[in-house]
């Protein structure tokens, strides 16, 4: 039981790795239009592997919880969505309106 453990661990961290690559490879891909298409592909896929190790309802390495991590990341990003969308409408409306150029 331990050894699988030990291999579970190891797929979880490199799949925690691959998702960092293709994130990394997504903000390449999306700094020139030409390789836009594919840095929107890396993205979607790393975040596809991230949610799916958010999902993960196991001890990490025996240590880390991994749903209460999920939980805070979540909070997180639904404060910074939010948070951002302010600051688009912020921006936007007076354009949308013809108050700013």
Known sequence: ????????????????LIASVCF????KGLSN??????????????????ILLLLYHS??????DTQKIGQILIYVAAVLTLWSMAYYLKMAIPLVLGEGE
């Open 1 to 16: 039981m331990t050894s699988l453990n030990f291999v579970s661990m190891n797929i979880v961290t490199l799949l925690y």
């Open 24 to 27: 990394i490879q997504a903000l």
């Open 33 to 50: 239009p030409k390789s836009a298409r594919a840095g929107n592909v890396f993205g979607m896929s790393g975040m596809a592997i991230a």
């Open 59 to 64: 001890m990490l390495f025996g240590v880390i």
